[in-house]
């Protein structure tokens, strides 16, 4: 997992980070408020110490710009300070900071602390792939799915950038479970998202929308490049087959295809 420490100080820095060299973690370090803010913006981390008493832009400024970021807004922070007034705890707190640490802090607290966090912080993570994957596919769910459109389309409005929509329905899915059994049909299913998902590019979203249709959001592409795509997801379908006995039980998909320029000609 990866720590972001942000101090003015390069002496705060360097001690910070020996005290968490012990730590199973990648540490990354920033000097500013401005510096911090890339950096989370970079990296991702899955922590981040910030210290409160900064020039320019300070550590609660730097909280509150962490937060109204919906790609950031997940990471834990603890703040450092060299304050112990109720007053300012209670500010980082309720901005959002999961904890508060005063300098000059002991190491053993600042580890306790910091695992703590990240122990929470693990724990967040496996709740919302919980909430964003099918567990029958390993693909993005409807939920993970509507979100990535809505966020897809804003950029497109934006930027003036293509978007396809690929929407796959397997054919007479029904006539499978009712012959063969659910089993079969699950097996069948998860073929299937094997199947479109090595299909896709990496900017690709592949889920399962529902039932026995599957959904493909298409960045940066026009309808036509989305249409190949349906062409190869086709192709690699009609190579799935489920052993069932001496047979091998397969099946067929229809596509449809949209976008952008066909959304905004209604």
């Known amino acids: 997992m990866k720590v972001l420490i942000v101090d003015d100080s390069p002496q705060a820095l360097a001690l910070a980070r020996a005290r968490l060299a012990e730590e199973d973690v990648d540490i990354i370090c920033a000097d500013g408020g401005e510096a911090g803010l890339h950096a989370a913006e970079e990296h991702k981390p899955d922590l981040i110490l910030l210290d409160v008493d900064m020039p320019e832009l300070s550590g609660f400024d730097v909280c509150r ?60 993570d496996m709740l919302i792939e919980k909430a964003h994957i099918d567990p029958l596919t390993g693909l993005s769910n409807r939920l993970a799915m509507m979100e990535k ?22 054919d007479f899915f029904k006539q499978v479970n009712d012959t063969y059994g659910h089993v079969v049909g699950d ?3 998860q073929g299937f998202g ?35 795509l349906a062409q190869r997801c086709r192709a690699a379908i009609s190579q799935v087959a489920v052993p069932v006995g001496e047979n091998t039980v397969q099946a067929t998909a229809s596509f449809g295809v949209a976008d952008t320029a066909l959304a905004r000609s209604q």
């Open 65 to 124: 710009a962490l937060k109204n970021d919906n790609k950031l807004d997940l990471i834990p922070v603890i703040f450092l300070s060299g304050s112990d007034e109720a007053q300012a705890k209670i500010t980082g707190l309720e901005l959002g900071a999961v904890d508060y640490v005063t300098k000059p802090f002991d190491a053993f607290e600042l580890r306790a602390r910091v695992r703590a966090a990240l122990r929470t912080k693990r724990l967040q």
């Open 149 to 170: 459109l809505d966020q897809e389309w804003n950029r497109t409005l934006r930027h003036g950038r293509s978007l396809s929509f690929v929407m796959i329905d397997v």
């Open 187 to 189: 097996r069948l299913l």
């Open 194 to 228: 094997r199947s479109i998902m090595a299909s896709c590019r990496n900017i690709d979203l592949p889920a399962r929308y529902g039932g026995e249709e599957f959904a493909i959001i298409v960045p940066d592409a026009p309808a036509q490049q989305a249409a190949m």
